[in-house]
């Protein structure tokens, strides 16, 4: 297991921060460093067949060691960390023997991640933890997924009585800002189905997500003196906060769970002459979510009407739900299930209130869903991680591989 800790505690100290408004592939010069040292590192343990092009995707595969043919199955995962919190010089924390209580992240700045407001970490009670030092994100997401396959791959190698088929295995830049399976090969990756390790809690098993748009609004306004602005003025400002106030104000993010969907506004700039707005759209069943964009539609229309046609309404759809895909193929589920209780682990099959790879991957041709890498509290200062649910996540991948060799198809 120390292994395991090393190598993930070696990752996470590696700044590979995404950038959303970066062109190229990866969007930061820095994912570089760390995707050139796990290439590295992969032929070191043994696999084979390593490559990286020049968008720093990574693909290797470790052989089949069966006199028969079996499918080729895949895991991948992605190394660059969310732009949405700081994420250089991380310095991280080991909490042994976790006592249940408060833990003092970072004594100066009063930051204390505490069971009284992350009820999770009660499941963790006795174990050993990696936590944040309060300055920086931690980097379980998804580094986390990436020292498991690493892992696993290593124990086959080192353990060849456990029969396998062709394994291959794929790490990804930019999944952060939603563009990990932009460019991913899914031919020349060669597998029949795969998993995404970057799920959160011990046991997660997921299948199906939102199926997502985003939308831009840009409303043009006419600026003349208030003194004199009756019937003249047209404030974009207001205009963007009348459109704002018609959304239902119940389906918003903090007010929805499960697999109810959700508007979002999640940027919003303006003047007098000239405001905008960014939203995004989720729902899982698609019905729903063409409807939530007929709705926006709607809306534009209807202000138009009201203040000259000043409203300028971009829809894009993002990524779908990859259940349509998986459903088909359900054995991977099954497999993945009984490789969790096999190794005494309770799954937990939710829909995931986001997006993955794996669903973008499963309309590529891929199947693909999500497994636990074991992380708690992405995207911030209170992210950690128990290193006993990284280990189950090995055996987990370890378990699916064995099972592939002995089921039939």
Sequence with gaps: MQQLVDRFINYVKIDTQSNPDSKTTPSTEKQWHLALELVEELKQIGMEEVTID???????????NLEKDVPTIGFISHFDTTP???????????????????????????????????????????????????????GADDKAGIAEIITAMEYLIHNPTIKHGKIRIGFTPDEEIGRGAHKFD???????????????QIGELEYENFNAAGAQVSITGKSVHPGYAKNKMVNAISIANEFISILPPEETP???????GFFHVH?????????????????????????????????????????????ELELKDQY????????????IIEIAKEAMETVGIEPIIKPIRG????????????????????GHNFHGKYEYIPIQSMQKAVEVIVKICELVAVKSY
């Design 320 to 331: 779908f739900n990859m259940r349509e895909k998986i459903e088909p193929v359900f054995h």
């Design 186 to 200: 899914v031919e020349q990756f060669g597998a029949d189905w795969a998993y995404t390790m970057d799920g959160s």
């Design 267 to 311: 940027t919003l700039k303006g003047e007098i002459e000239h405001a905008e707005f960014e939203l995004i759209i989720r729902d899982h069943n698609f019905e729903k979510f063409e409807k939530r964009k007929e709705f926006l539609k709607t809306v534009t229309n209807k202000l138009n009407e009201i203040h000259g046609n000043c409203i």
């Design 54 to 64: 020049h968008n720093a995707y990574i693909m290797a595969t470790l052989p089949s």
């Design 254 to 260: 903090q007010c929805t769970s499960g697999k109810e």
């Design 355 to 374: 997006g993955t790879d794996g669903s973008q991957l499963s309309y590529m041709g891929l199947p693909c869903p999500n497994i636990f890498a074991g």
């Design 84 to 138: 949405d919190f700081t994420a250089s010089d991380v310095n991280p924390k080991v909490v042994k023997n976790y006592d249940g209580g408060d833990i003092v992240l970072n004594e100066a700045e009063n930051i204390v991640l505490s069971p009284n407001y992350f009820e999770d970490l009660l499941l963790y009670k006795g174990q050993t933890l990696i936590t944040t030092d309060g300055t920086t994100l931690l």
